[in-house]
Structure formats: C-alpha cells, structure tokens
C-alpha cells in the first residue's frame, strides 16, 4: 500500500518550515513541496496540489482560496493553515479537544482550517464554560494576550532578528482599531452572542503566549471560581495536549512564562481567583508556533491519516 503523500504548500514560511521540520523524518508518509523556481508557477502550483493526498497550505489567505479553487481532483483533503478559511461552511475547525466529537469530525474531514493562535487560547477557555452555563453568552468578554514575535510572520522576525534588532521594542501592543481578525473566529467558536473585545501585544521574545481573560463573578449569576476551574477540568480529562492547572498549584503561582511549553503542542490552562473581590482571571500558555500553528497542523494530519 502506498504512502500517503502530504504536499505543504508555502513551505518557506515560518509555519511551513516548521511542520517540514515535524514532517520530514517520518516513514508513514511521502513528503513534497516546490523548489523556489516554481512556487509562483501556478500550473505547476495545482498539478502538485493535484497529486497528492493531503495538502497543507501555509500561504496568504488570497493564496489559500486561490490553491483551493485550484482542487480538481475529488480525493484531495486539505489543511488550510492561514485565516481564510476559519468561520467558512463546509470546513472543519481544526481543534480537536474542543468537543468530545471533534476529534472524530477532523479524521473524516476534506477541508480542515487550523485555528488561530490567539483564538485556540480563548476558545479553549471559554467554550466549556459557556456550554456548562456557567459563563452566560452575552457576557462583555475581553481577551488580553502577549506572542512572541514570531506571531506577526516574516516581517517581524526579520525586524527582531535582522541586523536593526537591537532597535526592536521590548513590548508592543497592537490592535488598537479594534479589528483585529481574530474576534470573528473567537466569538464563532465559543458560542458567544457579541464579539469580544481583543488586545493583542508583541514581546522581545521569539515564541510563545500568555492569554488571559478577566471574568467578574457577580456577573455570572452566584457561580463560583472552583466551579470554573471544574469545568475545564472535565471538559480536558484525558486530553493528550491540554492541562488544566490544579487550583492548589495556582494558589501558589505568581507569574506566568508565556516560552513555558515552546518546542511542544501542549497548552497549560489555569483559573486564578480571587475570592475577597470576586475576580477570576483565566490563563492560557501555549507556544503560537506549537499548538497556535505547526503543531496543531501536524496534529490534525495525524488525525486525517487515520482515514487516508
């Protein structure tokens, strides 16, 4: 029986290199991508993206939709890795622990699109609690969250790493427009009435995020932090991937290191509270090229080799 062939496309990018890198070891399957002569061969584009089994793309949302309408052939699935696809009908949100059957609906999917980075941290706080009803949809949420700068793609790493580095701010946030790209996708995903507020920033770090999300318990209608941090608790048992911190150990924990879990596709969730005001915070860690990228791609090929 043949190996089934993934074809990545875009894989010069810092997403694309880093899942040939996962990728390019592994004896359960072919491995192919364009020399640079062609990657802006279009005809040469679709007959790759044609051939094989399982296509990656790793490219400019424009690029995305334009490799997908290149797809004549019926058996060929995809993992769309940029935003241009997140909150399309017909494709499968790649976060396999986001519900008991998504996992399932990812292995038998021909159109997966990985999640953001930022959105796979409040997604994966917020769903659960709203789904227990103990967080109400129409809460006023905002998401609060520092990446690496890896997270703003080639030009920042460039602006990091070139030979201005030393010039770089230590700290940026961005965003300020309040239209980011991301709320859409948030606020799709985990079920909420209204788009959240999201206030992203930029450290002097290459990899990694902190996000975090306030949340007031009097308005939540007399719920309590534990049974927040409950919630996860079950949501997660038994996810390979996904931790909730124990209370006892946040009781304790003073800082959050948002390079904690780099190089990995874990993301460590905590619920910090704060009983004498009625303050929870949630916390997610993960690194944005692991579990927010690359890692997250890898996961979900697995997942769809299952039914290659």
């Known amino acids: 029986m043949a190996k089934p062939l993934v074809f990545i496309d875009g894989d010069q990018g810092t997403t694309?290199?880093?899942?040939?890198?996962?990728?390019?070891?592994?004896?359960?399957?072919?491995?192919?991508?364009?020399?640079?002569?062609?990657?802006?061969?279009?005809?040469?584009?679709?007959?790759?993206i044609n051939a094989c089994d399982i296509a990656i793309l790793c490219l400019p949302d424009a690029a995305a939709r334009d490799a997908v309408a290149?797809?004549?052939?019926?058996?060929?699935?995809?993992?769309?890795?940029?935003?241009?696809?997140?909150?399309?009908?017909?494709?499968?949100?790649?976060?396999?622990?986001?519900?008991?059957?998504?996992?399932?609906?990812?292995?038998t999917a021909s159109r997966v699109t990985n999640p953001g980075c930022y959105?796979?941290?409040?997604?994966?706080?917020?769903?659960?609690?709203i789904e227990a009803g103990l967080v109400p949809r129409d809460y006023p949420v905002s998401v609060h969250a520092v990446s690496g700068y890896?997270?703003?793609?080639?030009?920042?790493?460039?602006?990091?790493?070139?030979?201005?580095?030393?010039?770089?701010?230590?700290?940026q946030l961005y965003g300020t427009a309040l239209a980011h790209k991301h709320p859409p996708e948030m606020q799709r995903y985990t079920g909420l009435d209204h788009r959240p507020i999201f206030v992203p920033a930029y450290g002097a770090f290459r990899q990694g995020i902190v996000l975090t999300i306030p949340l007031e318990l009097r308005l939540l209608a007399g719920v309590e932090g534990k049974q927040l941090h409950a919630a996860l608790e079950r949501h997660y048992a038994g996810a390979a991937h996904v931790r909730v911190i124990p209370l006892e150990e946040?009781?304790?924990?003073?800082?959050?290191?948002?390079?904690?879990?780099?190089?990995?596709?874990?993301?460590?969730?905590?619920?910090?509270?704060?009983?004498?005001?009625?303050?929870?915070?949630?916390?997610?860690?993960?690194d944005n090229l692991g579990k927010g990228a690359s890692g997250a791609a890898v996961q979900n090929l697995d997942l769809m080799l299952q039914h290659a």
């Open 16 to 48: 694309g290199l880093l899942i040939h890198d996962r990728l390019r070891h592994r004896s359960d399957l072919q491995l192919a991508t364009l020399p640079a002569a062609e990657r802006k061969d279009a005809a040469r584009r679709a007959e790759a």
């Open 70 to 107: 290149a797809i004549e052939n019926p058996a060929v699935r995809v993992i769309d890795a940029s935003s241009a696809h997140r909150t399309t009908a017909g494709w499968v949100y790649g976060f396999p622990e986001m519900d008991a059957g998504q996992a399932e609906r990812i292995a």
């Open 119 to 129: 959105p796979t941290g409040a997604i994966s706080l917020l769903r659960p609690l």
């Open 150 to 171: 890896s997270g703003g793609g080639r030009p920042s790493v460039e602006q990091y790493e070139g030979p201005q580095g030393a010039q770089a701010l230590a700290f």
């Open 250 to 286: 946040t009781k304790t924990l003073t800082h959050l290191n948002p390079q904690a879990l780099n190089g990995t596709n874990n993301m460590d969730l905590g619920v910090f509270i704060n009983e004498e005001h009625g303050h929870v915070l949630l916390s997610a860690v993960f």
